[in-house]
């Protein structure tokens, strides 16, 4: 039992608790919550702070422990079970999540956080139009939510409801014209034309000198889009050049020495594998399109998944999120090479991640950085296909450096310098493959496909072991929802626009010419 002395200090410590969260200063927020939780081990706030806390530094299964301990006490505590619901997503505990999060839709079905969670669990599992009516239910209970009518603004885009989406980005610059996501989203599809009054608004936004680095950052590369549209190539360079220079910026801790590290440790490990002697066993089927961002994988992904035994699962984080906190440790390395146990049991569990997309088609993955895990997936899934984009390197590196990606594995793309360098592990990590495997990987070129669409598409349709349908032919009738941001390009016809673009940026961009195939 609690004094009043007690009392008093708990609800004094809780204010410093919540404004040391507001604050980002998550580890003071822990070392203060574990305390206080030592005097009241009741109250469902602490359990809270400290698992979100730890969410935010990316520590989701300590914050689960954290959750799980709280629901102990108090089974039915909705602020919890929602943000277990949103620690499980963060795990890929898409199930988990989902029964917490629908919990709480059970008792209060007008829950807003509860509604937005597992909408963007819907997401996740490329259940976009799920997504939708869950975003739109949340939308009817706050339509004032930035973060909410972001994210149905992007739903609407992926599902190709342009007018839906637009009137949502219209309510955003209502909302707080200072902010410039909504011009983000819209750059994305809209095209652009001499005097278009988008444009003109977004060059008022980007002199305000209210606006903070980051929207600035969303409006340069906005208008670089505009100008691009316009075939104004010297104007359009001047905004993604800024924008990469102040995007650049914001990571201060990164170097492209991961990514080499990475490469050689895959190919030290690889090296010696006898590949021969893997089983060709009756895997479930998988597709996996691989290469550089804006290399064509899209296109190939759209073509692809017009199939009607192909379901097209977009960017996966399956294979990274399994390997990439692992493979740097020694334990777990010898493990895998050494032990076939072990590599069934995983085989096993990556699959069901695979298979809560879909559990009856073939599933397409189409995450380009896979290139790192190819032998992996060999090893794993050895009746998997592995298609190859290439595609132009200047014109991909062009279209990579011209864009700003949400994928927070990216941060070499915004440097001239480390673009190169990671263009180059991409080649090393390639070739090597290429070598290792040999026949494996089919090398699907973007500038054939564009040339001549039909022949190429009927080599690719049957290097997947699919039979031969029409559809496949027009893509533009795929109604996959799209999360790149090639959104608008994937749903036209094919175009040959694009194909040595990058001869018009040689001369703002010299780093072109240090690239080669």
Same mark, same amino acid.
């Given at each position: 039992?609690? $004094?009043?002395?007690?009392i008093?200090y &708990?609800?004094?410590?809780?204010k410093?608790?919540?404004?040391?969260? +507001?604050?980002?200063?998550?580890k003071?927020?822990?070392?203060?919550?574990?305390?206080?939780?030592?005097k009241?081990p009741?109250q469902?706030?602490?359990?809270?702070?400290?698992?979100?806390?730890?969410?935010?530094?990316?520590?989701?299964?300590?914050?689960?422990?954290?959750?799980?301990?709280?629901?102990?006490?108090? %089974?039915? $505590?909705?602020s919890?079970?929602v943000n277990?619901?949103?620690?499980?997503?963060?795990?890929?505990?898409?199930?988990e999540?989902?029964?917490?999060?629908?919990k709480?839709?059970?008792?209060?079905?007008k829950?807003?956080?509860?509604?937005?969670?597992?909408?963007?669990?819907?997401?996740?599992?490329?259940?976009?139009?799920?997504?939708?009516?869950?975003?739109?239910?949340?939308?009817?209970?706050?339509?004032?939510n %930035?973060?909410?009518?972001?994210?149905?603004?992007?739903?609407?885009?992926? &599902?190709?409801?342009?007018?839906?989406?637009?009137?949502?980005?219209?309510?955003?610059?209502?909302? $707080?014209?200072?902010k410039?996501?909504?011009?983000?989203?819209?750059?994305?599809?809209?095209?652009?034309?001499?005097?278009d009054e988008h444009?003109?608004?977004m060059?008022?936004?980007?002199?305000?000198?209210e606006?903070n680095?980051?929207?600035?950052?969303?409006?340069?590369f906005?208008?670089?889009?505009?100008?691009?549209?316009?075939?104004?190539?010297?104007?359009? =360079?001047?905004?993604?050049?800024?924008?990469?220079?102040? #995007?650049?910026?914001?990571?201060?801790?990164?170097?492209?020495?991961?990514?080499?590290n990475?490469?050689?440790?895959?190919?030290?490990n690889?090296?010696?594998?006898?590949?021969?002697?893997?089983?060709n066993?009756?895997? %479930?089927?998988?597709?996996?399109?691989?290469?550089l961002?804006?290399?064509?994988t899209?296109l190939?992904?759209?073509?692809?998944?017009?199939?009607?035994?192909v379901?097209?699962?977009?960017?996966?984080? &399956?294979?990274?999120?399994?390997?990439i906190?692992k493979?740097? /440790?020694?334990?777990w390395?010898?493990?895998?090479?050494?032990?076939?146990?072990?590599?069934?049991k995983?085989?096993?569990?990556?699959?069901?991640?695979?298979?809560?997309?879909?559990?009856?088609?073939?599933?397409?993955?189409?995450?380009p950085?896979?290139?790192q895990?190819?032998?992996?997936?060999?090893?794993?899934?050895?009746?998997?296909?592995?298609?190859?984009?290439k595609?132009n390197?200047k014109?991909?590196?062009?279209?990579?450096?011209?864009?700003?990606?949400?994928? &927070?594995?990216m %941060?070499?793309?915004y440097?001239?310098?480390?673009? @190169?360098?990671?263009?180059?592990?991409? /080649?090393?990590?390639?070739?090597?493959?290429?070598?290792?495997?040999?026949n494996?990987?089919?090398?699907?070129?973007?500038?054939?496909?564009?040339n001549?669409?039909?022949?190429?598409?009927?080599?690719?349709?049957?290097?997947?072991?699919?039979?031969?349908?029409?559809?496949?032919?027009?893509?533009? #009738?795929?109604?996959?929802g @799209?999360?790149?941001?090639?959104?608008?390009?994937?749903r036209?016809?094919?175009?040959?626009? =694009?194909?040595?673009?990058?001869?018009?940026?040689k001369?703002n961009l /010299?780093? +072109?010419?240090d690239?080669?195939?």
């Open positions: 039992m609690l $004094n009043n002395r007690d008093e &708990i609800k004094k410590e809780y410093k608790v919540k404004n040391l969260f +507001l604050a980002g200063q998550y003071e927020v822990i070392e203060k919550t574990k305390v206080l939780l030592k009241d009741t469902a706030t602490f359990y809270n702070y400290i698992a979100l806390s730890y969410n935010n530094l990316r520590m989701a299964e300590v914050a689960k422990q954290f959750l799980l301990k709280g629901l102990e006490i108090n %089974p039915k $505590n909705q919890l079970l277990l619901g949103s620690t499980l997503r963060a795990t890929q505990n898409f199930d999540a989902e029964k917490n999060l629908k709480v839709l059970n008792e209060n079905p829950h807003f956080v509860a509604l937005c969670n597992l909408a963007n669990i819907k997401r996740d599992l490329n259940q976009d139009i799920e997504a939708t009516q869950l975003y739109e239910q949340a939308y009817e209970i706050d339509k004032t %930035p973060t909410l009518l972001a994210n149905l603004a992007i739903t609407y885009q992926t &599902i190709g409801q342009f007018d839906k989406c637009k009137k949502i980005l219209k309510e955003m610059e209502i909302l $707080n014209p200072k410039t996501i909504q011009d983000k989203i819209y750059s994305s599809f809209h095209k652009y034309e001499e005097n444009q003109e608004l060059l008022k936004k980007v002199l305000n000198s606006i680095n980051q929207e600035k950052i969303n409006l340069y906005a208008l670089s889009k505009a100008y691009s549209d316009q075939n104004n190539h010297i104007k359009s =360079s001047e905004f993604f050049i800024k924008g990469n220079s102040e #995007k650049r910026k914001t990571l201060l801790n990164y170097s492209t020495k991961y990514e080499t990475l490469l050689n440790l895959i190919v030290e690889f090296k010696n594998f006898k590949f021969e002697n893997i089983k066993t009756k895997s %479930p089927n998988l597709i996996f399109i691989v290469g961002p804006r290399s064509g899209t190939l992904h759209q073509i692809i998944s017009s199939h009607s035994k379901f097209g699962a977009g960017e996966l984080p &399956i294979l990274r999120s399994n390997f906190e493979i740097f /440790k020694k334990a390395i010898d493990e895998f090479f050494k032990n076939n146990q072990f590599r069934e995983l085989s096993i569990e990556i699959m069901n991640q695979f298979k809560l997309h879909n559990n009856k088609l073939i599933i397409l993955d189409k995450a950085l896979n290139f895990w190819v032998g992996f997936i060999k090893i794993l899934f050895p009746n998997a296909k592995i298609i190859h984009s595609r390197l014109d991909t590196a062009l279209s990579i450096y011209k864009n700003v990606f949400e994928d &927070i594995n %941060p070499w793309s440097d001239q310098n480390e673009l @190169i360098q990671f263009i180059d592990i991409y /080649k090393n990590f390639m070739k090597f493959w290429h070598n290792k495997i040999p494996y990987i089919y090398d699907c070129h973007y500038e054939k496909i564009v001549d669409k039909e022949t190429e598409t009927k080599k690719l349709i049957k290097f997947c072991n699919l039979d031969w349908e029409d559809r496949c032919i027009d893509h533009t #009738k795929n109604t996959n @799209i999360k790149t941001i090639s959104i608008s390009q994937a036209k016809p094919i175009y040959k626009s =694009s194909i040595n673009l990058s001869n018009f940026y001369g /010299k780093f +072109l010419e690239i080669s195939e």
